[in-house]
């Protein structure tokens, strides 16, 4: 059975720090880019960041390059998402997403785009208060 399932999510101050967990089981996972996206109460899903997971390469997006950083354990089929200097406008519904990765070709997901997502976690709700 494949699962993504996000742990790590929680309350806490503006300026605070939050170290989301992705863990992958039921499928191979050097054969996957995983990514973080989020969703806010009245606003679209958006990508965060991702991890190829078979050559460590990132991505982010612009509103959290600098403070958010992934990465990856790959023992433990984790990825990991560690987000510093939190502020309230992060405030979301965070979901991790694995998306096949194909040779020659940068996965969607790299891009923060979710067409090709094969597979996602439940979500981890983040909440950061003022």
């Known amino acids: 059975e494949v699962q993504l399932v996000e742990s790590g999510g929680g309350l806490v101050q503006a300026g605070g720090s939050l170290r989301l967990s992705c863990a992958a089981s039921?499928?191979?996972?050097?054969?996957?880019?995983i990514g973080w996206f989020r969703q806010a109460p009245g606003k679209e899903r958006e990508g965060v960041s991702s991890?190829?997971?078979?050559?460590?390469?990132?991505s982010y997006s612009d509103a959290v390059k600098g403070r958010f950083t992934i990465s990856t354990d790959n023992a433990k089929n984790t990825v990991y998402l560690q987000m510093n200097r939190l502020n309230p406008e992060v405030t979301a519904v965070y979901y991790c997403?694995?998306?096949?990765?194909?040779?020659?070709?940068?996965?969607?997901?790299?891009?923060?785009?979710?067409?090709?997502?094969?597979?996602w976690g439940q979500g981890t709700q983040v909440t950061v208060s003022s």
């Open positions: 997403a694995a998306e096949t990765e194909r040779l020659g070709r940068p996965s969607d997901i790299r891009y923060g785009l979710a067409y090709r997502v094969d597979y």
């Open positions: 039921g499928f191979t996972f050097d054969d996957y880019a």
């Open positions: 991890i190829s997971v078979n050559d460590g390469s990132t």
